[in-house]
């Protein structure tokens, strides 16, 4: 999976921390993540389901209202699935080490 690796650059005044110690936009990247993850879970299983054509449109407002995630993301959760599906595929068809 895709990693996204937020730094702080200065320390962060006491104020703007909340109870355990995360800022606003830390606590939005944290939430976030879990979404994402589970997102793009369901769609490589949907990807790899042989029985059900997939449909990117009706699969995009599917992820949209599950999810709670605008049009844009829930592009991007489809595409990350079907490189992951199309990678796996590849390295097992080549019987190489595939890179998480």
Known sequence: M???TYCKGLPTPADEL?????TELEMFL????????QATVETVNHLLNKEVK???SSWNSHIQEKYGISKRYANGVIALAKGKT???AYC???QLPQVR
Not at 18 to 22: A, D, K, R, T, Y
């Open 86 to 88: 199309a990678s796996a």
């Open 18 to 22: 909340n109870p355990i110690g995360f």
């Open 30 to 37: 944290t939430s976030l993540s879990d979404i994402f993850y």
């Open 92 to 94: 097992r068809k080549r």
């Open 54 to 56: 997939f449909n990117q």
């Open 2 to 4: 895709t990693t996204l």
